[in-house]
């Protein structure tokens, strides 16, 4: 079992950033690939970006790919999400979560573990 808790969203003007941060409980989570997911009002989740156990390998939906970058820190059982150059349409909640293969976690059902959401607003 793992518990993920984000934090860090917020107000923010585009082009502006914010890190977000989701903290994993347990001793397992090395052995987690971990993901960002979002969902905006009105729409289904989608994938922002995952990346492997032990960090080696990163994966980016298109729509993020070159602003925002995940890293992971086993020691501290914290994953990260750093949002640069902000746009009105990354306005969304965006989920932590947790799965056992790197690829599988760019769609929902590849997931196992989720959190419960941190609400990031970007405005113009």
């Known amino acids: 079992q793992v518990q993920l808790v984000e934090s860090g969203g917020g107000l923010v003007q585009a082009g502006g950033s914010l890190r977000l941060s989701c903290a994993a409980s347990g001793r397992t989570f090395s052995r987690y690939a971990m993901s960002w997911f979002r969902q905006a009002p009105g729409k289904e989740r989608e994938f922002v970006a995952a990346?492997?156990?032990?960090?080696?390998?990163?994966i980016y939906a298109d729509s993020v790919k070159g602003r925002f970058t995940i890293s992971r820190d086993n020691a501290e059982n914290t994953v990260y999400l750093q949002m640069t150059s902000l746009k009105p349409e990354d306005t969304a909640v965006y989920y932590c979560?947790?799965?056992?293969?790197?690829?599988?976690?760019?769609?929902?059902?590849?997931?196992?573990?989720w959190g419960q959401g941190t609400q990031v607003t970007v405005f113009s």
């Open positions: 979560a947790a799965g056992l293969a790197t690829e599988a976690m760019r769609v929902v059902s590849g997931v196992n573990y």
């Open positions: 990346i492997s156990l032990s960090g080696s390998k990163t």
